[in-house]
């Protein structure tokens, strides 16, 4: 079956600090994987999303790559802010299942000012 | 404004008393998708529909239902609660099953 391994948090960092979440996957289709953020009271909303091997995806200073050959979509960007403290959610999507997403455990940033 | 709208945002509620929480989505999505997220574990998808009257169990189904009688409701229906589950829910919808899901507020569920 699919399944999605995140980096365990919580992760704190100062603001400006480089930050990186890794992500691996494991999925017997091809899926399209995702990165989720969730701001404290919230529900999830899509921060970024690659479709196929080697996709960038990007959005609001953060950027993943689909790397099919490590199975990895790790999350990074390279200052991060106050307001971007929130769980990141790392997901896939399997194009041989109707189930829409996997996620993986969520890991919870911190920044500081 | 495209949204997925839950209700209520916070029940309690004691054990094995009937509760149903909504979920309505006004994008036309033919998927939707219920989840519950837990401490270290993420969100579980409990039962999923790709159209109406076409659903799934997810990872999680035992002891919850859900219907899909028309496209935008999605409810997800509890018969018996129990303690274990308490948790935070949410909906979710898409266009298809690999599009981006767009996810309702969240209810907050606690069984006592």
């Known amino acids: 079956g699919n399944s999605v391994t995140q980096m365990e948090g919580p992760v704190t960092l100062s603001e400006e600090a480089f930050l990186t979440i890794n992500c691996t996957y494991t999925?017997?289709?091809?899926?399209?994987l995702f990165w989720y953020v969730q701001y404290p009271g919230e529900g999830l909303q899509l921060l970024l999303k690659?479709?196929?091997?080697?996709d960038k995806g990007s959005n609001k200073g953060f950027e993943a790559t689909y790397r099919k050959e490590t199975t990895s979509f790790h999350l990074e960007k390279g200052s991060v802010q106050v307001s971007d403290s929130a769980v990141y959610f790392c997901?896939?999507?399997?194009?041989?299942?109707?189930?829409?997403?996997?996620f993986g455990s969520g890991t919870q940033l911190t920044v500081l000012p | 404004e495209a949204q997925v709208t839950q209700n209520p945002r916070y029940l309690i509620t004691v054990t094995g008393k009937k509760l149903t929480v909504t979920c309505s989505q006004n994008?036309?999505?033919?998927?939707m998708s219920w989840y519950r997220q837990d401490p270290g574990l993420g969100l579980r998808q409990i039962y999923y529909?790709?159209?109406?009257?076409?659903?799934d169990k997810g990872d999680v189904p035992e002891g919850y239902k859900v219907s899909r009688k028309e496209k935008r409701n999605f409810p997800l229906i509890l018969e018996s609660p129990s303690p274990n589950q308490t948790s935070l829910y949410f909906c979710?919808?898409?266009?298809?099953?690999?599009?981006?899901?767009?996810f309702g507020q969240g209810t907050r569920l606690t069984v006592v």
């Open positions: 979710a919808s898409s266009l298809t099953e690999q599009t981006e899901a767009f």
């Open positions: 999925a017997t289709g091809y899926p399209s």
């Open positions: 690659a479709t196929k091997a080697d």
């Open positions: 997901a896939l999507s399997d194009r041989g299942s109707a189930r829409q997403l996997t």
């Open positions: 994008m036309n999505h033919e998927y």
């Open positions: 529909s790709m159209n109406v009257e076409v659903t």
